[in-house]
């Protein structure tokens, strides 16, 4: 890793960055990690959120249908197989597998049905598809999610980063109501924490955004709100989906078409912002006053 | 899912199983999941392992230092991203990025340098390499691990799963000492539990077995002792490395040559061990009883 890459984090152990865009955590920076984790998971509690384990492919099929592949190709990462005939794998293992630079001499691979989750509530609307939802549902997790980017920064830029979720499935005005609490309980949390995050209107990163209507749409009616660390790093997000994965999905909340919602904690970024505001050692976050 | 993919599993509510060979889990199931992950990790403190959370993705070049891509090439999952010229990404979002089938129409690919981690253990020795050790290392992981099977059933055989292990890196005398302590407790555990496993042993599951000279050492000095619930499922491992892995990786104890071995829990394994035995309620497991 070079020292540029490092810069804030040079005395952190218990960090190692590899070149892939990830990272190993263990010692004290884990420890930080997992009570970051613990931090987010009662604030979920608050809203008596069911805590789900997700998989870590999210069929492609049901991603289509958010129109996911026009929207963020450029982010998608697949897992991919080998074609398994004797015939071609044989013909994997009598070449050179692995070229001198480390690449991978693929042969025919099998059909790529599958993603590597993108975002990890996507997995709560697939699980929820077609039901009817007689009171609103409140869902967390904190799952493994996958962006290919241009570069990788430790802890601020990774190709494999964990996300924890809180999510709200609905009505409008449950979802609206959900996500207000959370913006104006989280607004006094950063001040009584003294950690220097701003919150800021966002858009999603489409490709091509000038010639999709998607973007166009969140410039104009703005339906995320990120939290930036020091004015460039975000370092989670509140969105607000209207009925969009409702409609995908055909989810309903008591017969009408489902709203949903979800607050969005980057674990790494978090981690990288209470490191470099507050170094390793006893970390005494404020508690989130927060009335549902 | 069909009926004879779910026998044994009909009646618990908090597993949803996949078409794409993974689960979700939540309510009792989560909970039973989470309650056998801190047992474990319970072990691991006996031999004060050091717990690293890894990443999911391990380099190519760093797996073919074991000869990975000629023993198992029927089992690589590798992430792919499309080539990020706006020429390429253009030519697949003008297309149809999905066919009716739900697979991707891929257009050209990013060089493949990675691999979705096979086992949890490997990350600990790309980590320690060309390290000489003054005492023996104890690491614990709970990771996920990826291998691709001709057929997949819920909980025994995932695509995607977690695997608990605990590894130690040290004189062969250590791991030796290592090894015997856990199958000498873990007998006794399941004697006591009341859980129908055996210890028997196992080969890995290599690629044309039997032109493999790692196979035919591994039939002759077996080193893979496996935990096999009923006769039939595999719900963990005791593996002696020998010095595989030092060598490979340039470990030395002491300025010797580095031994290693590891004890490997299937999380999804030991679920469903526990589910069809004993049912969702009143988990009520024997203390291990194990002298370090």
Chains 1, 2 share one sequence.
Not at 166 to 171: A, M, T
Request: charged content about 20%; hydrophobic content about 40%; proline content about 4%.
């Amino acid at each position: 890793m070079t020292a540029d890459q490092m810069r804030g984090l040079e005395n952190i152990e218990g960090l190692i960055w590899q070149e892939n865009g990830q990272s190993v955590l263990n010692g004290e920076a884990l420890a930080l990690y997992l009570q970051l984790d613990q931090m987010f998971s009662n604030w979920a509690s608050t809203w008596k959120a069911e805590s789900w384990k997700l998989p870590i492919f999210i069929s492609a099929k049901e991603l289509a249908k958010l129109d996911y592949f026009h929207s963020f190709p450029h982010l998608v990462t697949m897992p991919v197989t080998l074609d398994c005939s004797d015939e071609n794998l044989n013909a994997f293992t009598a070449g050179q597998p692995i070229d001198a630079s480390g690449v991978v001499n693929l042969t025919n691979l099998s059909p790529v049905q599958d993603v590597l989750t993108p975002a990890a509530c996507y997995h709560f609307y697939v699980a929820h598809q077609s039901q009817n939802l007689l009171s609103p549902k409140y869902l967390t997790t904190c799952a493994n999610c996958f962006r290919r980017e241009t570069h990788y920064l430790p802890l601020q830029r990774q190709w494999s980063f964990s996300m924890r979720e809180i999510v709200c499935i609905g009505s409008s005005d449950e979802v609206k109501h959900f996500l207000e609490t959370w913006k104006n309980s989280l607004e006094h949390f950063f001040a009584k924490a003294k950690l220097d995050v701003q919150f800021e209107n966002a858009t999603d990163p489409f490709f091509n955004p000038s010639k999709n209507p998607k973007y166009l749409m969140q410039r104009l009616d703005p339906v995320k709100t990120e939290m930036i660390y020091k004015k460039s790093l975000a370092i989670g997000s509140i969105n607000f989906h209207r009925s969009y994965f409702g409609e995908a999905f055909k989810i309903t909340r008591d017969g009408e078409e489902a709203y949903s919602g979800c607050v969005a904690f980057g674990m790494e970024r978090w981690l990288y912002a209470v490191l470099t505001s507050f170094g390793l050692t006893n970390l005494d976050l404020p508690q989130l006053q927060q009335k549902v």
